[in-house]
Nanobody
Framework: QVQLVESGGGLVQPGGSLRLSCATS???????????MAWYRQTPGKQRELVAT???????YYSDSVKGRFTISRDNARRTVNLQMNSLKSEDTAVYYC???????WGQGTQVTVSS
């Protein structure tokens, strides 16, 4: 059974930081290092938005809205993918999801709320 479990969300003030983690398990992740992994986010009434991706070669992509503030990374030995979020803004408030790129494998999401 494929599982992705996000953690690390919470309430933070504008300008603050959070680090999200996504732990993976299941037979397909025996070759975790081969997969491109992604973080998405979604707010009520809006489509899920791509935030960042990281390839097997650790090439990264960031949406314009988070570039320079967020950093995606991966630990192939632990089969995890992380999202370091700095200089958070109120518009970063969303549920954040981990995803195997271009697949139907998703985590349950973790809520990030940026508010004073």
């Amino acid at each position: 059974q494929v599982q992705l479990v996000e953690s690390g969300g919470g309430l933070v003030q504008p300008g603050g930081s959070l680090r999200l983690s996504c732990a993976t398990s299941g037979s397909i992740f025996s070759s975790f290092s081969r997969y491109t992994m992604a973080w998405y986010r979604q707010t009520p009434g809006k489509q899920r938005e791509l935030v960042a991706t990281i390839t097997d070669g650790r090439s990264t992509y960031y949406s314009d809205s988070v570039k320079g503030r967020f950093t995606i990374s991966r630990d192939n030995a632990r089969r995890t993918v992380n999202l370091q979020m700095n200089s958070l803004k109120s518009e970063d408030t969303a549920v954040y999801y981990c995803n195997v790129w271009r697949s139907d494998y998703w985590g349950q999401g973790t809520q990030v709320t940026v508010s004073s």
